[in-house]
């Protein structure tokens, strides 16, 4: 991964000294809240319902285990003894003291760690692929690229003040893990007939109140001018985005209210003028970072095939999780492992103080010192071989992070929700831990198979709600939560918003509406390998709608 250079230590050293004059400034009085707020934002400190939250940037989702470590530190002394792993692949602290969070950027810091434009209308944390540089249907690691992008935006003096947030995402695979057409810029790595490295590029995607799906304008866009045509594309929106409503803002109102073709013309334009400029990426440059995101050298692990059989039917529970959580690899001889921080009737996302370390521990002895985020709240062991599973599996039994349910029913992506935000309606996190106890049954998760759960609990859509499989967003009516459902929503490469199915559901009502959502899937698929998404697409709403209302009156 990426380390600093003396730059990157000065510039994040000066930036926490100056933060820490900020700070206590507002602490005596001298600064009020209305002039603190644009300067803690810059910071990554939000002003929650109870506290302070403190946003921490994971550049595309990686760590080592010396930061994890880190991580779980600041948890213990500045926080709860836990934090929250997000949608975006960074970490909240939801509650640290406003006078202690200097010295917990200090913290950061020692470790190339930071919390900058984690907030604020800037281009936000990079993200890519969680399973980037490791997976066996990668055509290039999208790594070096999300580094280049972050060390291009990083304080970058044009874009600083955006009409609105802007979001990046990257992907090297043919699969889609990194939901690029729901970002203002989704960048999917692919090779053209002379087998030179290019990006299709997606503009206009983002999800909130009018959620809408990304248009490619640019089917090869070479290597070259990544910088270029990003440049363009940013700055075409710097000029024309809606700066006078703060809900038509982004990117995609942008798209929608100029075309998709017109938008297109003016991008090209401004990168015909930029496209020779010094923002051409030199070769020796990509391949110097790339240098930075090698595959470590695994050695040939042959005898994992034969142990892994043996374990797997002496342990029913360890075969599970084995299928479930473990992907292929591009060393036969390895596979890629997903921690699932979603164990039954717990919170989605949520780690503890003593789970970092213990994945930190597990990470530097069996998976070459790295750790990833996942957007959907998980984290990866990205090389682990396959004959070290087992003692990873028992590590994770010990802190109860074993839960062999990735990508199924139980592994639902929550928002923090009314409990801690400002801005929701409802709750996420109870509702999260009902359907997961509801539906905790190993066999019932597995005879129901893959099935996404999003929750939001209000129209900003952190839960991603509007691409989950299934989609619940939490809304306030009448001084009461109730919650909306969509079906069919999804953020991989056929990228589709959900439909909304009807009238809301109370939160004592919401569990039983998925289990006849789930029971009507069951009883419509043609056979167990037809997915809930598959069926759905298949037969549309109406057969959920009728049995979830009886009538469309009822529905209404």
């Keep these: 991964m990426y380390r600093y250079d003396e730059f990157d230590h000065a510039f994040v050293s000066e930036r926490v000294e100056q933060f820490r004059d900020q700070v206590q400034r507002r602490l005596s009085g001298e600064l009020a809240e209305d002039a603190f707020k644009p300067l803690r934002l810059m910071n990554g400190v939000y002003l929650q319902l109870h506290a302070y939250m403190l946003r921490i940037a994971i550049p595309y989702g990686t760590l080592s285990a010396r930061q994890l470590r880190m991580l779980a530190h600041i948890a213990r002394t500045y926080d709860r003894g836990y934090g929250h792993f997000t949608t975006r692949q960074n970490l909240q602290f939801n509650w640290p003291k406003l006078s202690e969070i200097p010295d917990a950027l200090a913290d950061l810091a020692s470790v190339e760690m930071h919390a900058l434009q984690t907030s604020g209308n800037c281009i936000r944390n990079v993200t890519a692929d969680h399973f980037a540089g490791a997976a066996a249907d990668e055509i290039a690691d999208p790594r070096p690229y999300a580094e280049i992008l972050r060390q291009w935006s990083s304080v970058h003096p044009e874009f600083s003040f955006l009409p609105r947030k802007f979001k990046i995402a990257v992907t090297g695979a043919e699969r889609d893990r990194a939901a690029i057409q729901v970002h203002d810029i989704g960048l999917h790595l692919k090779k053209n007939d002379k087998g030179e490295i290019g990006f299709a590029v997606y503009v206009g995607g983002g999800q909130g109140r009018t959620p809408m799906i990304a248009k490619l304008i640019r089917d090869f866009l070479p290597e070259e001018d990544l910088l270029s045509y990003t440049t363009a594309i940013v700055r075409v929106y710097n000029l024309h985005g809606r700066r006078d409503n703060k809900y038509k803002a982004r990117i995609k109102i942008l798209v929608h209210e100029t075309g998709t073709e017109e938008l297109t013309r003016q991008v090209e334009a401004e990168f015909a003028a930029l496209r020779d400029s010094e923002l051409k990426l030199p070769e020796q440059d990509v391949e110097a970072i790339a240098t930075y995101f090698a595959l470590p050298e695994l050695p040939q692990r042959a005898e994992g ?60 002895e069996y998976a070459f010192d ?53 801005l929701a309606n409802a709750r996420s996190i109870p509702v999260a831990q009902e359907i997961s106890r509801r539906f905790g049954n190993p066999e019932r998760q597995a005879e129901i198979g893959e099935l996404k759960i999003k929750i939001s609990g209000c129209i900003n859509a952190c839960g991603h709600h509007h691409v989950g499989h299934i989609g619940l967003l939490g809304v306030e009516k009448k001084g009461a939560e109730l919650y909306q459902i969509t079906l069919g929503g999804s953020g991989d490469e056929h990228t589709s918003i959900g439909e909304i199915i009807g009238r809301g559901f109370e939160p004592d009502r919401v569990t039983d509406a998925i289990e006849t959502i789930v029971d009507t899937y069951l009883g419509l698929r043609l056979d167990p390998s037809e997915t809930f998404l598959a069926a759905y697409r298949r037969v549309g709403p109406q057969p959920f709608k009728t049995a979830l209302y009886g009538s469309a009156a009822e529905a209404a």
């Design 305 to 364: 095939w034969e142990n892994l059989a043996r374990w797997k039917k002496a342990d029913p529970a360890f075969a599970r999780w084995v299928q479930q959580n473990v992907q292929p690899h591009k060393n036969p001889d390895y596979g890629m492992v997903t921690i699932s921080l979603k164990p039954i009737g717990g919170i989605p996302g949520d780690a503890t103080d003593a789970q970092m370390e213990a994945i930190a521990d597990l990470a530097e």
């Design 370 to 422: 790295e750790i990833r985020v996942s957007h959907e709240q998980n984290l990866i062991l990205p090389h682990v071989a396959l004959a070290d599973l087992e003692a990873v599996y028992r590590g994770l039994v010990a802190i109860d992070l074993a839960e062999a349910n990735a990508g199924l029913i139980t592994d639902i992506i929550a928002c923090p929700g009314l409990d801690y935000c400002a």
